[in-house]
């Protein structure tokens, strides 16, 4: 008979599993006690959760939530951040965080349902974020304009400029 805490704990995570956006599976051993304080705060600061599972009721939770293929990253110690907004964002936190340490080490990622191996954690990290990409956008969407706004202004400039010369030239002739 299933323990009655395993259970909860697994729609718990069924729950987590179905909301985020982005799921980062890691490995964490190897870490001390003040290095994974020090993750869990950055991600706390950035709205993402991260907490240790075991691996069967992991298993168990992405059965419920029909994320097939999960189970070749659920060996070994597994840390899980859950991201409900920025898919992206515990890879920057992580990336940010293995620059002093070697550790934790991304097994696989979950993105809006989509599965990835931890292989393409640096290409996930290294994104933009939303609004980086809505600034580069912007910009992007403006240059024409600007070019359209000189390239008819440049014309009357020219005329303006050509008439003034005229009139100085028939000035000085007097």
């Given at each position: ?29 190897g870490l001390?006690v ?5 993750l ?28 097939n ?7 070994g ?6 991201s ?7 890879a ?8 002093d340490?070697?550790?934790p ?60 010369n ?6 000085n002739?007097?």
């Open positions: 008979m299933p323990n009655p805490k395993n259970i909860k704990h697994v729609d718990e995570l069924t729950d987590k599993l179905g909301r985020a956006k982005g799921v980062y599976l890691t490995d964490y051993i001390n003040q290095d994974i304080t020090d869990r705060r950055e991600f706390y600061v950035n709205n993402v959760e991260y907490l240790v599972a075991k691996n069967t009721l992991l298993k168990l939770a992405a059965d419920n939530t029909d994320l293929g999960l189970d070749a990253f659920l060996s110690s597994t840390a899980v951040a859950f409900y907004e920025d898919p992206t964002a515990p920057r936190i992580i990336k940010k965080f293995t620059k340490n070697d550790l080490k991304v097994k696989g990622i979950v993105i809006d349902g989509s599965i990835i191996d931890g292989s393409e954690f640096d290409r996930i990290a290294n994104l933009p974020t939303k609004d980086e990409s809505l600034v580069k956008l912007v910009a992007l969407l403006q240059s024409p304009l600007i070019k359209l706004i000189w390239g008819l202004k440049s014309p009357m400039s020219d005329m303006t400029n050509m008439l003034n005229l009139k100085e030239k028939e000035s002739k007097d």
